[in-house]
């Protein structure tokens, strides 16, 4: 499809498992970015990469939080020993430019059970 | 740092009619853009309107318009000829050249027939 692309649309962990969440962006947009949404709040801001380039962090809660993109295009957002309070949707977004609109997807909603 | 303030958790509007939804914000950046986003119960956030901060004209998009006033640091939507459609959580975002958007905490629209 022609849009940003987010797997899977919903994920059940138990407290302290791994998990991984996938962003497939818009075939050439340089910039992704990911966000978190708790429920019945607006997002808020966790990384971005400018291409493989992961140039801000300064939004991921902690450091069980951790995103790549390694190719610059596909980008996975792992967060490791889950915690409760890591339940939200999480979104991402990309851009042809840092300065252009992003495209969001579908978003990945997280419970922890 | 950057801060949105939506004071209206929920709206309603008959079908038909106009609605405006408001929106402050506070940014210490002198070139910013500005952006509502529409976000139905599939999740995903589509981009409705976005204003440079740079231009004085108020942004239009067929039915959807926004009275930016700088000085005031107002930014607020008005829906012309509302329909069910329109339903939905409306975000207000800031967004300068650090890229990152900052959300408000959304508008609940309900559109009633």
């Known amino acids: 499809g022609a849009g940003v692309s987010q797997s899977p649309r919903y994920k059940v962990a138990k407290r302290g498992q791994d998990v991984a969440l996938r962003c497939d962006p818009i075939s050439g947009h340089v910039s992704l970015f990911w966000y978190q949404q708790a429920l019945g709040q607006g997002p808020e801001f966790l990384t971005y990469?400018?291409?493989?380039?992961?140039?801000?962090k300064s939004g991921l809660p902690s450091d069980r939080f951790f995103a790549e993109r390694p190719e610059g295009s596909v980008s996975t957002l792992k967060i490791q020993r889950t915690q409760q309070e890591d339940s939200a949707v999480y979104l991402c977004?990309?851009?042809?430019?840092?300065?252009?609109?992003?495209?969001f997807g579908d978003g990945t909603r997280l419970s922890i059970l | 740092a950057q801060t949105v303030t939506q004071s209206q958790p929920e709206m309603s509007v008959q079908e038909a009619e106009t609605v405006t939804l408001s929106c402050t914000y506070d940014t210490s950046e002198s070139d910013y853009y500005l952006f509502w986003y529409k976000q139905p119960p599939s999740r995903q956030m589509i981009l409705v309107i976005r204003?440079?901060?740079?231009?004085?004209q108020n942004a239009t998009e067929n039915r959807f318009s926004v009275n930016f006033q700088k000085a005031a640091k107002s930014f607020s939507l008005k829906i012309s000829d509302s329909q069910l459609g329109d339903a939905a959580m409306y975000f207000c975002?800031?967004?300068?050249?650090?890229?990152?958007?900052?959300f408000g905490k959304g508008t609940k629209l309900s559109v009633i027939p």
């Open positions: 977004a990309s851009s042809l430019a840092s300065n252009q609109p992003q495209h």
């Open positions: 990469f400018q291409n493989e380039a992961q140039l801000d």
């Open positions: 975002a800031s967004g300068a050249g650090s890229y990152q958007l900052t």
């Open positions: 204003q440079e901060a740079y231009k004085q």
